[in-house]
């Protein structure tokens, strides 16, 4: 069974930070780019950063880049988002998700973990 568990979301205060996991199982891990995505009430998803298979390219949206820092860890098959300097509009249930190249569609999805910035 194909599993991706996100964890580690919760309530921050603005200027605080969070790590979150994403724990994959199931499926070929070091084949896959890994993203995050997050949707905040009321909007549509926003894909927020990327990881490449081998974990040496990183790619992020201009309204996080500079304070999350996505990586991973093949022995452990998770994927992580360091999220510093918490904003309100951070808020939202962010997602892990997995996709090989050259396709745009996302193949997995995890349940999604909460993030609540606010003071």
């Known amino acids: 069974e194909v599993q991706l568990v996100e964890s580690g979301g919760g309530l921050v205060q603005p200027g605080g930070s969070l790590r979150l996991s994403c724990a994959a199982s199931g499926f070929t891990f070091g084949s896959y780019v890994m993203s995050w995505v997050r949707q905040a009430p009321g909007k549509g998803p926003e894909w927020v950063a990327n990881i490449n298979n081998d974990g040496d390219v990183t790619h992020y949206a201009d309204s996080v880049k500079g304070r999350f820092t996505v990586s991973r860890d093949s022995a452990e098959s998770t994927v992580y988002l360091q999220m510093n300097n918490l904003k309100p509009e951070d808020t939202a249930v962010y997602y892990c998700?997995?996709?090989?190249?050259?396709?745009?569609?996302?193949?997995?999805w995890g349940q999604g973990t909460q993030v609540t910035v606010s003071s």
């Open positions: 998700a997995a996709r090989v190249d050259p396709f745009d569609i996302y193949k997995y």
